[in-house]
């Protein structure tokens, strides 16, 4: 199998501390993978390293078999930045095709899917053509469109998206998702960073977890899943949980973690904990269950007990 | 390469949009059109006008005074009408001329009396009472007659002591100095003038507004972007190559206008209604005026790469200014030392100053617009800038390619030392 991308043992040092450290990763093509990891973890540092706008102290990168020093090897990248930018008094139009030719495409090839991609998110319509307008004239939502034009212009192999769904609406947020599975269709290998956790679940074909700049885990979801998740039950309950209740869930002998989310719980049984033992002990204590089902983990339950609470800073969420 | 082309002609293409470089490039010719027609016109105020002697000479003195000066005024055109008046007819002589006056059918009028013919005083109203060069005019013919009727009752031929008298030498100049005779003519002195000012102007302006781009690019956080694609090196050639080009286009319309304003004068002076003094272009062999070129290349890429590296180094305009005044002051002195090297174009200073890298863009130009210059001191020079220059685009590089995706304070020279040495 061709790999999109092959990162061997980078690692990135700054004055005193080390950004990202021994970091491996194997990205199969047309895969969708997620780079998961709280804020400062090193993803960005990671993809800047990927897209060579920064060079590895230690390691290798190569793109779709290549190097990325090489030359012409990371036109066939397309890179959306965590910190969204436009020069703002261009033209949309003339920006965009400014952006085509750094990537090498060029004239009429560039306008005619400048074009095609202005009709498709609705950036040119009977009434307005926006492309015609300066991009200081465009609203928040219009500039992350012609952004994210900016980023697939040239059709690229690759796409690296670094924390896409920050500052996104609902309806923003719903059609990048579209558009990424789109481009998994195609054949196109995405890659992208967030601390999103829900998100990178429902939509990576495998993950990887980075904290302090180091890799936690790695592989395909379901993989992922069936080796790091432990005894994992739902449980529901009416009313939330009484101080009796808590007391059980606090009990470590059984419960090795309970994410509390109210009315909801996500519990890791103890090693060799039976979960019949832990259900009786919560009827006993006056518990009113409204459910009580054995489940896969969540990244997000996965992550927590890897990285534990000390890895999790501010913006780290397991909703999006 | 191609992708150094695509900024170079966003750079350039943007730039050229702009209405602040419409209005500065038309700017530059309106100001020399202003410059060529401005002198010529003020020499006009300062004629003096036909209207100075349609006057009344009310004549109170009892002589020929009057005859005379009118005679006097007459020369310039014109019919002054003299009215021959006793002492108490003065008043309403005068009324009756000022009603003419206020009527418009006379420009002003002179009163005469026996205290003029003494050389003491005469009086004059009119409507060009403050127009300087008449009434020294009106004032000379007065004296001319006063002095004319002493001549004759003396029986000195008052015609003949004004032809004699009569002198108009013009004082032929040339400068010498140590090293020989002739070396600038007026002209040249202007056009080193010229030089200075375009090239310094030029550099100022547009190294200061790379730096403002080069933060721009940070603050708008396009500059991840378009390193994702090509080398921040390759950003900042094509950024320096796209800012010059539109200097050198600047410029270019400047000296044509220039050229052409000079060339034409003749026939402009006389649309808008005025006499052209004659104006000789100032003569530059082709290969010296590909020498400037040169230099204009050199100090300009110079100094607009530092000014680019110096702009990556920070994140606000504010702080900006702060990195902009070091580059500032290597290029002030080209200025201030533009008078002594003027003054002596071959002296030791002059020889200095035209070699150190910072100061030779500007000054050799001028320089050697006055003089001869050895050729070995302007490949020399030429050698010098080209390696400094070779420098300083390195260094920029460097400085460039860790600061623009740097944000927030601004770093100390040591860390800017450590930029340059990174890997």
Redesign the interface.
Known sequence: MTLALDIRSITKRYSGHVAVRDLSLQVPKGTVYGLLGPNGAGKTTTIRMLLNIIAPDEGSIAILGRLNTEKGVLDQAGYLPEERGLYRKMQVRRLLRFLAELKGVKGAEADRRIDAWLDKLSLRTAEKDWGAAKVDELSRGMQQKVQFIGTLLHEPQLVILDEPFSGLDPINSQALKDTILELRRAGRTVLFSTHLMDNAERMCDAVCIIARGEKVLDGAVAQVKAEHGGAHLALGLAGGATAAVSEVLNDRSIVARADDHNRFFEIELSPGADAQVLLRRLVESGAIVERFEKVQPSLHQIFLQKVGASGIEDGMTGHG | M??I???F??EY??RVRLRSFFIATIFGPILMAVLLILPAWLATRTRISTDVSNIVLIDASGTDLGQRIAGQLSRNGGNPEVRQVAPDGVAAAESLATRQVVAKQREGYLVIGQETVSGERARYAGRNASTLPDMRFVEDAIEQSVRNSRFEAAGIDGQRVQALSNVRLSLGTERLSERGRGSAGRENVVLAYVIAMLLYMSIVLYGQSIMMSVIE?KT???????????QPKQLLAGKVLGVGAVGLTQQLIWVASGVLLVRFQAPIMKAVGLAGAPMTMPSVPLTTALIFLVFFVLGFTFFTAMFAAAGSMVSTTQDAQQVATPLTMLIVPSILLLSPVMLEPGGTLSRVVTLIPFTSPILMPVRMSLTNVPWFEVFGSIAILVVTCFGAIWVAARIYRVGV?MYGKKPSLAEVG?WIRA?
């Open positions: 191609d992708k082309l695509a900024v002609k966003r293409m943007e690019e708008q956080r396009v500059a991840e972007v378009v390193v994702s694609a090509i995706l450590r890997r």
